[in-house]
């Protein structure tokens, strides 16, 4: 038999018991990004300035290609978590709500148009 305080239960997971999901899933976009960050600039600065037949070219290459698509889904990920962190921090009420929603459709739908941009080049 296990008798647990109130402390030992708790800890951990926080009052909303998905603090150390959310701190975890920051962390391994942030590693990520790490990597794929100067990934995408180097890629990216390749097509730079090109006309734009070569541009549709280079991103029909595969590597750049995922690339592009990999960051702006980490990253839209990425700011989606803290942006929703600091308006959980600082706004209270119905307005955190609203704010919270319209936030996570702004994220997922800039993450939609960039995938669908590079999709369009790509195929």
């Keep these: 038999m296990h008798i647990l305080t109130a402390r030992k239960r708790a800890e951990g997971t926080g009052a909303a018991k998905t603090g150390t999901d959310h701190h975890w899933s920051m962390i391994v976009s942030s590693?990520?990004?790490?990597?794929?960050?100067?990934?995408?600039?180097?890629?990216?600065?390749?097509?730079?300035?090109?006309?734009?037949?070569?541009?549709?070219?280079?991103y029909q290459q595969p590597?750049?290609?995922?690339?592009?698509?990999?960051?702006?889904?980490?990253?839209?990920?990425?700011?989606r978590g803290g942006v929703q962190t600091l308006i959980e921090d600082y706004v209270h009420g119905t307005r955190q709500k609203v704010l919270i929603v319209a936030m996570i459709c702004l994220s997922y739908a800039a993450a939609a148009v960039g995938i669908f941009a590079v999709a369009k080049l790509a195929l």
Excluded: C, D, K, S
């Design 31 to 58: 590693a990520a990004l790490i990597g794929l960050v100067p990934l995408f600039i180097f890629t990216f600065g390749q097509a730079l300035g090109r006309p734009h037949a070569e541009v549709v070219a280079y």
């Design 63 to 79: 590597f750049p290609a995922m690339v592009a698509i990999l960051t702006f889904l980490v990253g839209f990920y990425h700011f």
